[in-house]
Nanobody
Framework: QVQLVESGGGSVQTGGSLRLSCLAS????????MGWFRQAPGKEREGVAT???????SYADSVKGRFTISKDNGKRTLYLQMDSLHPEDTALYYC????????????????????WGQGTQVTVSS
């Protein structure tokens, strides 16, 4: 059972930056594809970015050019660098992991990810 723990959320003003981290209890075939999702109050959960074990990343159109997903395999940690934040980025951000091999296809599709963290809150004020 893979356990994921997010950290790094907080409150910033428009245009600010935050870096989220997600520590995994282990890296196995079940964590081949890892990603970030977010859910704002009253809205559905949406995919933000994914990255596979080979480092191939995919992004939602809403965050392209502003967010960067990366991972440090030695530290078993997934990151999401968020720059030029907008109030619309305010949400609870979740780290997720799964073994699906076509990670780009998994972007935004929560059913490909059996393992989830508890979420970390990001609030962007105008």
């Amino acid at each position: 059972q893979v356990q994921l723990v997010e950290s790094g959320g907080g409150s910033v003003q428009t245009g600010g930056s935050l870096r989220l981290s997600c520590l995994a209890s282990e890296y196995t075939a079940s964590t081949y594809c890892m990603g970030w999702f977010r859910q704002a109050p009253g809205k559905e959960r949406e995919g933000v970015a994914t990255i596979d074990s080979d480092g191939r990343a995919s992004y939602a159109d809403s965050v392209k050019g502003r967010f960067t997903i990366s991972k440090d395999n030695g530290k078993r940690t997934l990151y999401l660098q968020m720059d030029s934040l907008h109030p619309e980025d305010t949400a609870l951000y979740y780290c997720a992991a799964g073994g699906y091999r076509f990670c780009a296809v998994a972007l935004g599709r929560a059913y490909f990810f059996p393992y989830w963290g508890q979420g970390t809150q990001v609030t962007v004020s105008s």
